[in-house]
């Protein structure tokens, strides 16, 4: 990586050879760990056992919606499928996770929208900058029937979309000086996920984006190659970066939708029982996750504030929109119908 420039992102990149064969290099190693025979699924005695990668660890509130999820797709369809959820990003990256999807080498993933947007253009929706006025906007968007349209989107490329879990708001942590209006990010080395629409964002501000592994951002920020990140505050904490950027800003710039996701062969390949009880079981481990979300955001910031974390609450976010409005230029002509659904809930 070079830490000067910034690196553009396009759909290709995530297929560069090298992530590509890492990924079927991970794939065919958990494939043969699980003692699976069939691309895409292990079966025996008429059960079948699907992988579910999860970046995060056991007990972060996506995490836990995917083990609920697990726990009534087994109820459902009376232990004819079995979910085995991998938290910690056992099998890759998230970049490296999507692409295994995509393959069938790993039957379903959580993963952030904002990836997603590579592959599915329209997901990028979810990365423009302070388009949500809140979580509950962010929900009537998300349950409205263009939500479930935009969900449908991740059809075309090869994926079944199950639903969507909550994504709190992303925030700006820096590890030097602190930020408190848009000028303070100009020449800032900050992290961004694999994002088109993230690099525009940075660069709106004047600061200099750097795509990169959720799993190399605490080095980064050790090391001095990166400036800052931006992330919520259970990523924040678990995933330790306030030890080593103790600076955070609460903006809540971006409500980066996390969806839930399975390969659309595997889907397609099961019996109409078995998709209703699987989409039942997502259904309702979503409100399920909502509830872990909104506690571990109270703890999580309890606890930061308890490790010296200094905390700035952004309340006037008219100086970030304007700073960024180009960024909604650009990237919303190509979102039409999405984006005026948006505008039309923002105080339904
Ligand atoms: C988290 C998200 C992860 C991952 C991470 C990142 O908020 O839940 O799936 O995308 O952000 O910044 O890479």
Same mark, same amino acid.
Request: proline share 5%; net charge negative.
């Given at each position: ?150 969900? @449908? /989107? %991740? ?5 079944? +979309? *199950? ?9 700006? !942590?820096? #590890? ?38 959720? @799993? /190399? %951002? ?5 090391? +001095? *190659? ?9 990523? !924040?904490? #678990? ?110």
């Amino acid at each position: 990586m070079n830490p000067t420039s910034p690196q553009p992102v396009a759909r290709r990149s995530l297929f560069k050879a090298g992530a590509f064969g890492a990924a079927a290099v991970a794939g065919g190693l958990a494939l043969s760990a699980c003692g699976g025979s069939l691309a895409g699924s292990a079966k025996s005695g008429g059960t079948k056992t699907f992988k579910l990668a999860e970046t995060h660890p056991d007990d972060y509130p996506t995490t836990l919606g995917d083990k609920k999820f697990a726990e009534l797709a087994e109820k459902y369809t009376d232990g004819r499928i079995k979910i085995q959820v991998y938290a910690n990003a056992q099998l890759g990256e998230e970049s490296d996770a999507i692409e295994q999807v995509q393959m069938g080498s790993i039957e379903m993933t959580r993963i952030s929208s904002a990836p997603m947007g590579e592959f599915v253009p329209a997901m990028g929706l979810f990365s423009l900058p302070y388009l949500f006025d809140d979580a509950d906007h962010l929900w009537r968007f998300l349950e409205s029937e263009s939500g479930k349209k935009l969900l @449908g /989107e %991740v059809d075309g490329a090869g994926f079944k +979309g *199950l639903g969507y879990y909550d994504p709190g708001a992303r925030s700006f !942590y820096t #590890s030097k000086k602190p930020i408190t209006a848009p000028a303070d990010l100009k020449g800032l080395k900050i992290r961004v996920q694999q994002s088109q629409v993230q690099i525009d964002f940075i660069k709106a501000l004047g600061g200099s984006p750097t795509p990169m592994d959720y @799993g /190399e %951002v605490y080095s980064s920020l050790q090391s +001095g *190659l990166l400036d800052g990140a931006e992330n919520n505050e259970p990523s !924040y904490y #678990s995933a330790s970066h306030y030890e080593v950027a103790k600076n955070y800003t609460l903006d809540r710039h971006m409500r980066v939708a996390e969806v839930l996701l399975i390969n659309k062969d595997v889907w397609a390949g099961l019996p109409a029982e078995d998709q209703e009880a699987l989409q039942k079981a997502a259904d309702e481990s979503a409100p399920f996750q909502r509830e872990k979300w909104d506690a571990q955001v109270e703890s999580d910031l309890e606890k930061l504030r308890g490790e010296g974390v200094k905390i700035n609450e952004i309340t006037d976010l008219a100086p970030w929109r304007a700073a960024t409005k180009s960024v909604i230029d650009k990237h919303g002509a190509k979102l039409g119908t999405y984006l005026d659904a948006v505008e039309e809930l923002r105080s339904a």
